[in-house]
């Protein structure tokens, strides 16, 4: 190999202090905001036979509708052939997940009543486009009845690189990124401190944010048992949280270290450095690249035409963005347990995380839930949680403490809408279902039994009974 040249456009990252300086610029000492994110899998119902949607034919034609209905413009992100890929507006952007889900990722907003009103505005532009083209979006964790190849990979560079490398690490990764979908928040903080008590707490309780959330029961048409005899509780009700438990064990899960010691940035850098990157990003390019940040940090990238790039602060940016913990810091904290809801219950988890996030005495309250658990015990309620979802007695019991501190820490926050009306009403739905001791996945249970199958008209039932904008008639 020749002498790499060396790229000297980027200022490369002289230190790790650089890296534990990028979270205290995140800092928020006054105003906290909340971000609300939601994916959706796209149907196309040509013929009456729901089919998961494609690109040239479905996708970029609704980001086109939005981009030239609603003011929604493109974004400098492109394809791999210079495709549209995303839209921006006001703070808020649509991206495109692999498999075709089209994300949401809502503006930093005040209050979660402005979280509301702009879901409300999404559904509505989502629905005027997509209904005209017989297009259904649908809300729920894991996709009820496609199959791996009937889903069309979107035209993503970053994509094609984690195809080839996350089924190396394992063995349901190409199901996360093609039928699983999500709804996540995100916090603020006002330092350091505050930072990891609210990452501790977050991932304390992530088990029971996914039982109350579960809204995936159906893989290609029919359940999956939740384990055997004498623990069995029925069918698996979040499959998008089984699945991400075979993804990628040095970038998922629930970080057992948040529970040991004093939090620091410095230790989430650690953490962060020793997971292998997926690529090296430069203009367009995505080249692979899997060794740890740390690695690359030291000792740079030689490209295929000999040029040397030292990892920078957007490399580093990058990198965080491919960490799949439970909870992460992005450099927001960022709660990924849910899988993704429908229109009456989507602002329930930025409801929900803002009663114990932004109200000292609700976070308290809720960390002794689940304080004294050791690490075994966490993955053995989460794996509970993700099984048997509110059938559980102990998931149960906790999450309906979990919602009643929730409820008074918004109610203290007292922050009201036009009708007089505090956040906790948000909470609402989520009250109804502990109440009934069901998750959503439970309800959709009840209603279509534990193989409602793949015909044509078990597809349209399933789309219609998830569908969030579009659909059928």
């Known amino acids: 190999m020749s002498e790499p040249r060396w790229r000297g456009d ?20 006054d105003q906290h905001l909340i ?16 089919t998961p949607v494609r690109y040239r034919e479905h996708v970029l034609p609704t980001l ?34 692999p498999g075709g889900q089209l994300e949401l990722s809502g503006k930093p907003l005040p209050t979660v009543h402005d979280t509301c009103a702009e879901f409300t505005a999404h559904y509505e532009e989502l629905h005027a486009v997509a209904k005209p083209m017989g297009v259904a979006w649908i ?32 063995d349901l990764a190409l199901d996360m990124m093609l039928r699983t979908c999500t709804v996540q928040a995100n916090f603020d903080y006002k330092d ?40 069995a509780l029925g069918p698996v009700r979040s499959l998008r949280s089984a699945t991400w438990e075979h993804v990628d064990p040095d970038r998922c899960g629930l970080l057992p270290w948040i529970f040991e010691g004093e939090f620091s940035w410095a230790r989430y850098v650690d953490y962060a450095l020793d997971v292998p990157m997926f690529f090296v990003k430069r203009g367009h390019h995505y080249h692979p690249h899997h060794v740890p940040f ?13 040029t040397m ?22 450099p927001f904290i960022e709660i990924r347990g849910a899988d993704s809801i429908g229109s009456q219950t989507v602002c329930a988890l930025p409801a929900l995380s803002k009663g114990l996030i932004y109200d000292d005495d609700a976070r308290t309250a809720a960390w002794e839930l689940v304080a004294d658990l050791s690490f075994a015990q966490r993955m053995d309620l989460w794996k509970r949680a993700r099984e048997h979802g509110l059938s559980d007695p102990e998931v149960l019991s906790k999450s309906t403490q979990l919602l009643t501190f929730a409820r008074a820490g918004l109610d ?61 008639g």
């Open 10 to 29: 980027a200022q490369p990252i002289q230190s790790t202090d650089e890296l534990v300086r990028w979270f205290e610029k995140a800092q928020r000492p």
């Open 35 to 50: 971000g609300t994110e939601q994916e959706k899998f796209g149907l196309y119902l040509a013929d009456g036979v729901p």
């Open 64 to 97: 086109e509708g939005l981009r030239d209905r609603f003011g929604w413009a493109e974004s400098k992100d492109r394809g791999v052939a210079g495709e549209l890929i995303a839209l921006e507006r006001d703070g808020a952007s649509i991206t495109l997940e």
């Open 139 to 170: 809300a729920c964790g894991f996709h009820p009845f496609a199959t791996r190849d009937e889903i069309d990979m979107m035209p993503k560079g970053r994509y094609a690189v984690m195809r080839e490398y996350l089924p190396t690490r394992g």
């Open 192 to 231: 350091e401190a505050q930072c990891g008590r609210r990452m501790r707490l977050m991932l304390g309780v992530s088990s029971l944010i996914t039982a109350l959330f579960a809204n995936s029961p159906f893989k290609e048409g029919q359940t999956v048992p939740a384990g055997p005899p004498p623990h």
């Open 294 to 306: 740390r690695r690359f940090l030291a000792d740079g990238f030689v490209d295929p035409d000999g």
């Open 309 to 330: 790039h030292r990892a920078t602060q957007a490399d580093w940016e990058l990198h965080l963005s491919t960490l799949f913990p439970e909870v992460r810091i992005k």
């Open 412 to 472: 203290r926050l007292d922050v009201r809408d036009s009708k007089g009306r505090t956040e906790a009403r948000f909470l609402d739905s989520l009250d109804r279902q502990v109440a009934r001791g069901a998750t959503p996945a439970g309800d959709a249970l009840q209603k279509f039994g534990t193989a409602p199958g793949r015909s044509p008209e078990a597809r349209r039932a399933l789309v219609e009974y998830f569908c969030f904008a579009g659909g059928l």
